[in-house]
T-cell receptor, first 114, second 112 residues
Framework: NAGVTQTPKFQVLKTGQSMTLQCAQDMNHEYMSWYRQDPGMGLRLIHYSVGAGITDQGEVPNGYNVSRSTTEDFPLRLLSAAPSQTSVYFC?????????????FGPGTRLTVT | QKEVEQDPGPLSVPEGAIVSLNCTYSNSAFQYFMWYRQYSRKGPELLMYTYSSGNKEDGRFTAQVDKSSKYISLFIRDSQPSDSATYLCARGIKYNTDKLIFGTGTRLQVFP
């Protein structure tokens, strides 16, 4: 049971390049989400998904795309990287059952855009 | 006003102390309240969650929600150096809990 895995761990991009951050979970969780964490800003929701084929925007979606073709995978695509997207990106998966809640975060991807 | 306010600290306490970490929130529609622990350069770890008001206890940790004053607290008893981390609060809406709004985190240091 690997939990939530993210690749790569580190990435440096030049302005204008595109890339995909990978996220996978093996817990059969229906919810998955992407956050970015910046100093002094806390975690901010980028996009989330309530199940395969269903995604929605979070607080800061501009410049990012997502898709969810399987329950396990939820990749985040940067279309044209900008220095403002320099951040640490965390993927999370979760499950609710009545009032019970279970959530796990991945180890993060540190992205620098020059 | 931010939806969730949290004192950034740092908060420095001696080992064995009782720690009180607090957040205030502005939107009374939210039902779920969470506390996370984040060690340096690691992902957040869900510590505790509460639904609506009241207290919840888990070992040395107690989470408390006061909806009348829009105040949430995390108490850590018998604090240990291994508790040194950043603690994040968050709130969500029932059945849509992945639309979470986070506070900025409080850095806690427990010294031996």
């Amino acid at each position: 049971n690997a939990g939530v895995t993210q690749t790569p761990k580190f990435q440096v991009l030049k302005t204008g390049q595109s890339m995909t951050l990978q996220c996978a979970q093996d817990m059969n969780h229906e919810y998955m989400s992407w956050y970015r964490q910046d100093p002094g800003m806390g975690l901010r929701l980028i996009h989330y998904s309530v199940g395969a084929g269903i995604t929605d925007q979070g607080e800061v979606p501009n410049g990012y795309n997502v898709s969810r073709s399987t329950t396990e995978d939820f990749p985040l695509r940067l279309l044209s990287a900008a220095p403002s997207q320099t951040s640490v990106y965390f993927c999370a998966s979760s499950r609710t059952s009545g009032e019970e809640y279970e959530q796990y975060f991945g180890p993060g991807t540190r992205l620098t855009v020059t | 006003q931010k939806e969730v306010e949290q004192d950034p600290g740092p908060l420095s306490v001696p080992e064995g102390a009782i720690v009180s970490l607090n957040c205030t929130y502005s939107n009374s529609a939210f039902q779920y309240f969470m506390w996370y622990r984040q060690y340096s350069r690691k992902g957040p770890e869900l510590l505790m969650y509460t639904y609506s008001s009241g207290n919840k206890e888990d070992g040395r940790f107690t989470a408390q929600v006061d909806k009348s004053s829009k105040y949430i607290s995390l108490f850590i008893r018998d604090s240990q150096p291994s508790d040194s981390a950043t603690y994040l609060c968050a709130r969500g809406i029932k059945y849509n809990t992945d639309k979470l709004i986070f506070g900025t985190g409080t850095r806690l240091q427990v010294f031996p």
